[in-house]
């Protein structure tokens, strides 16, 4: 890994391609011209075979068709060169450094680690359990896998205390599986059953239990951004010590809600940690068609709130930017945003082929699978044997099998509960 | 040529793009992905990103700026993914479009078409399931369609994209697949606020539009030859304006009135229906009038419980027969 300051120009082709003209850093040199965007659309990081996504953000080449040339002057980490696969050579620009990930790695014990190991562990193998029973018709209707982006609800949640609110949206088996959920109960939500966390009346989007305080998926983009302000409103009228802990993907961003929620919650300083999933595509549209402001944790600044953006496929710098946050909330200086990039290894559902995405840009994020670079971390600093990681890959199978078992033993929900839950029954 | 309901809302959606150069459709993923559905597929490539747009996730902004090119002569089509939706879009839909002509003394008009999915029976649980259009169709201003058949779903696409007004246009996702139809070659439109008699009868008659018209097709022919009923079904086609004329018809017909709808029965568009009837043509009615629709509850998620809920074939041969037994 080597640091390095990169000019790049890029010169407009036509409404959708560029020529990257000069790329030169001190440890990379790559001349031009060369065509970035052969297909419509594709990013210049796709053409560029660019490790790291993020930078993408910054050669991105905008949108105004008076540009006709442009020059950025990045910063950027050298992760590696000539990766394979990865079309020569790749770069990664964080605006932070890593040295709070690498200082949550070292302040954390053993148990913590493998606690975290663990639980990516189960949500992966719950999600490919889950995609199989899809295929098998054991599951039905819309069901979104949460798969590739373990980091992020893992690290974020671990942050937390237990008594801290978690809202999320309708990907969100992996953040309720991290507050604790038994897969049991998850997996027969998705199944219908009456045993179900929702009683099967919710489905996959719709998982909830107030006493872990898992407080919703939301089907709804965006939906369950206001209701994070008034779980933040009751906790300062209570005066109570939590914090809530809103996840929302890229596609919510544009939605009036999460501008209307921000400011309400910058303005009364809400002890709420707002955390963006950026995973690139709102169901097939890539987050620059969508946001005109690319680097979405800049949205904090007009809402006076502090903005990181952490690398979303590294527990640890995600655990280490909401370890932050959340202090801040607690001690009631208000509300953080985090932008965790991150991607989802699946379409954005079971029906979506992601037919948009190169397959080569998805094997570039399958090397960075958080699960296997944690691995790679706690075996190289020697924090745990490989031994000890494979028997908690396999104590977590066995988990997922008897919640599998479990959904499909459980009974259908009694159709006399039908008008049940419509009110409350005094 | 035989087309699904799907395909022929793609062709009214192309046809009209063609003979209309103010057309153009915005939505979330119309564009580069066709649609959640692939209702919009192939037109990206035939008219350009410049009249097929993929918008952010915004309803509200979807349909204001719809309103806003509208206002200017453009005539929109804009897409709520699902019509569950349309909930966030609720103020620019009530509060502007439909008000907009009334509010400037008619100096302005508002030629946009709404389209949403609608409708369950896919398992989409509560927020992908539900059938919105009795929210819409107490609001003056506006116009709401539910085709039943390819043949309605291109016919009034293209007459809801050639509207003055605000029309909102509601698909039934559980059609877009499953039913297909031969329709005519060249241009064709349906018109906007007339029913039509699917079938003639003479002991009973079924007014119904959208998901519910082919189970009740399939409910009459079960009576018909189990019962030697004869069953006439009117298809509302069109919400608002009701077609006062085809209700009053079929109700002075047969005298015997099932009022059938996927929609919940309180507050549905049976009510209104109903209403009209008891209040013109009471003293034609042998029964009270009757009504099948979602029980008045959530649609669940639980494929055993929605099954439950919703109306299908057999509650309504139940339904025809305690009623033609009245």
Known sequence: MGSCTAQIVLKRASSNRALLLYFAGNDVLKPGPVELAAQPRASPCQALGIRWASCLYFLKFPQSPLLTYVSILVNVVIESLALPGAGGFAFMALERDKHIAERALLTMDEAQLLALYRSMSLIRRFEEKTAEMYARGKITGFCHLYAGEEAVAVGAIAALYDKDYVVSTYREHGHCLAKGASPRVVMAELFGKATGISRGHGGSMHLFDANLRFMGGYAIVGGGLPLAAGLGLSILYKEEPEVVCCFFGDGALPQGAFHETLNLASLWKLPVVFICENNFYGMGTLVQNAICQEELYRFAEPYKMPGVRVDGMDVLDVYGAVTEAAARAREGDGPSLIEAVTYRFRGHSMSDPAEYRSRREERIWQERDPIKALRRKILHDRRATENQLNEIEAEVAAVIDDAVKFAEESPEPALEELGKHVYVEE | ?326
């Open chain 2, 1 to 326: 040529m035989e087309v699904t309901y799907l395909t022929a809302i793609n062709q009214a959606l192309h046809e009209e793009m063609r003979r209309d150069e103010s057309v153009f459709i915005m939505g979330e993923d119309v564009a580069e992905l066709g649609g959640a559905f692939k209702v919009t597929e192939g037109l990206l490539d035939a008219f350009g990103e410049n009249r097929v747009i993929d918008m952010p996730i915004s309803e509200s902004l979807i349909v204001g700026a719809g309103i806003g090119a509208a206002i200017l002569g453009m005539r929109p089509v804009v897409e709520m993914q699902f019509s569950d939706f349309i909930a966030c879009a609720f103020d620019q839909i009530v509060n502007t479009a439909a008000t907009l002509r009334y509010r400037h003394g008619g100096r302005a008009a508002c030629p946009l078409v709404i389209r949403s999915p609608s409708g369950a029976g896919v398992h989409g649980a509560l927020f992908h399931s539900q059938n919105p259009e009795a929210w819409f169709t107490r609001v003056p201003g506006l116009k709401v369609v539910a085709p039943a058949t390819p043949y309605d779903a291109k016919g009034l696409l293209k007459s809801a994209i050639r509207d003055g007004n605000p029309v909102l246009y509601f698909e039934h996702k559980r059609l877009y697949r499953s039913i297909k139809e031969d329709l005519p070659e060249g241009d064709f439109t349906v018109p906007i606020g007339v029913a039509e008699l699917r079938q003639s009868g003479k002991d009973l008659s079924i007014i119904t539009y959208g998901g519910t018209l082919n189970q009740c097709l399939d409910a009459a022919r079960i009576v018909e030859k189990e019962d030697g009923l004869s069953v006439e079904v009117l298809d509302l086609r069109t919400l608002l304006p009701l077609d006062r004329e085809a209700i009053l018809a079929t109700a002075r017909k047969t005298g015997k009135v099932l009022i059938v709808h996927e929609d919940r029965v309180t507050g549905g568009i049976g009510g209104e229906v109903a209403a009209i009837i008891a209040e013109n043509a009471f003293d034609s009615l042998d029964a009270p009038i009757r009504r099948v629709g979602a029980a008045d509850t959530h649609l669940a998620f639980s494929p055993p419980m929605e099954e439950f809920i919703l109306p299908n074939s057999n509650k309504i041969v139940e339904a025809i027969r305690s009623l033609a037994a009245y």
